[in-house]
């Protein structure tokens, strides 16, 4: 019996990267639209990459097997 190969989840690996020390990388939200009303600092804030919590791992780390 071969054995079975595990499928990354696509979606997730679109929008996570995992980080050297083996966390979660993602983008912010709230940048898409409506930006008028928003502040320079605010919208510069949101270009930065953020780490993700650690209440999430275990899920992101299940649908990534091989991140």
Same mark, same amino acid.
């Given at each position: 019996?071969p054995k079975?190969k595990? %499928?990354? =989840? $696509?979606a997730t #690996? %679109?929008?996570?990267? +995992?980080t050297?020390?083996? %966390?979660?990388? $993602?983008?912010?939200a &709230?940048? /898409? =639209? *409506? !930006?008028?009303?928003k502040s320079p600092k605010?919208? $510069?804030?949101l $270009? %930065? +990459? #953020? *780490?993700c /919590?650690? #209440?999430? =791992? +275990?899920r *992101?780390?299940? !649908?990534l097997p &091989? +991140?």
């Amino acid at each position: 019996m071969p054995k079975i190969k595990v %499928k990354t =989840h $696509r979606a997730t #690996a %679109k929008r996570f990267t +995992a980080t050297g020390t083996g %966390k979660f990388k $993602r983008n912010k939200a &709230y940048k /898409s =639209h *409506i !930006l008028e009303k928003k502040s320079p600092k605010r919208k $510069r804030n949101l $270009r %930065k +990459a #953020a *780490i993700c /919590s650690g #209440a999430d =791992h +275990a899920r *992101i780390k299940r !649908l990534l097997p &091989y +991140a």
